[in-house]
């Protein structure tokens, strides 16, 4: 069956082959058997409705994805709805964080495809056992992502020993919650005796409620002098909604979104 997937938002992680589509179709467009459209996010459900239409007269039309159906509870076809290198190994988060939209209980998949770039929603909250068949795995590859975002509150030292036999290429941790700053130093302490500031990164989320510009500022410049290379991440409630201002919020995530342009700030190479 010859299958077409649409998505409503390209993103870094989206695939890039010639049956994956970012809008609606042209007159160049193949015939299919099947439209799978895949909606990550709860602000595409609409524009997902939209291309149904657009997509309905080259074959019948599946709407899916994370924001429709929630987290998925079988397996992870690699190269799918994920570019090819993506894996995952577990699905949903035990924790209830009131800014994340991910609700289901965890899961760990008892098997998933070989790849560099770990996506779990929390690795580490996954039990020991897991952690070592997936570090047993990623043993096998090359330049190493963990781009899920790893929960500082669970790295210790026998993670951290897992992770520095591995060819890492960047691990990002993520900064979603200003009680943790004790958490993420302390993470940072025990990763960065092994790995340099250009392969720990950092989510750094901005503009949620309560936020104000200089808090999240002061937030960003605290993961620089930690050691960390920070990474914007503007909130967006369900409806897609940006904080307001959304200029100057917009304006900040991007001054804090590319390296070269934070270490230029920094005299860094």
């Not at 799918?80 to 991910?102: A, D, E, H, K, Q």
């Not at 580490?124 to 070592?132: G, M, N, V």
Request: glycine letters at 6%; a positive charge; aromatic letters at 14%.
């Amino acid at each position: 069956m010859k299958i077409a997937r649409v998505f409503p938002s390209q993103t870094s992680m989206s695939p890039i082959d010639n049956d994956a589509y970012f809008g609606p179709p042209d007159l160049f467009t193949p015939e299919y058997d099947e439209i799978h459209i895949s909606v990550a996010f709860t602000w595409d459900i609409e524009k997902a409705d939209w291309l149904k239409k657009q997509w309905e007269y080259i074959a019948p039309v599946k709407i899916g994805g994370p924001a429709v159906d929630g987290e998925p509870k079988n397996g992870f076809k690699a190269g799918m709805y994920l570019r090819n290198g993506v894996t995952i190994t577990s699905r949903g988060c035990p924790f209830r964080c009131p800014w994340c939209f991910v609700r289901q209980n965890l899961m760990e998949l008892e098997s998933f495809p070989e790849g560099n770039m770990v996506q779990d929603n929390n690795i580490l909250a996954c039990s020991r056992p897991h952690i070592d068949k997936v570090f047993r795995m990623l043993g096998k590859q090359k330049s190493i992502q963990f781009q899920g975002g790893l929960d500082s509150r669970l790295i210790t030292d026998e993670i951290v020993e897992g992770l520095r036999g591995l060819r890492i290429y960047q691990i990002f941790l993520s900064y979603d919650d200003c009680s943790r700053e004790k958490h993420l130093i302390k993470a940072v302490e025990k990763l960065k005796k092994y790995f340099s500031r250009n392969q720990l990164r950092c989510y750094v989320l901005i503009g949620f409620d309560g936020d104000t510009y200089f808090k999240a500022i002061d937030r960003l410049m605290m993961t620089w002098e930690i050691g960390l290379l920070p990474f914007a991440m503007l909130y967006r409630n369900k409806e897609g909604n940006y904080p307001q201002p959304a200029y100057e919020w917009n304006r900040l995530q991007r001054k804090w979104c590319r390296p070269a342009i934070i270490k230029s700030r920094f005299n860094q190479k």
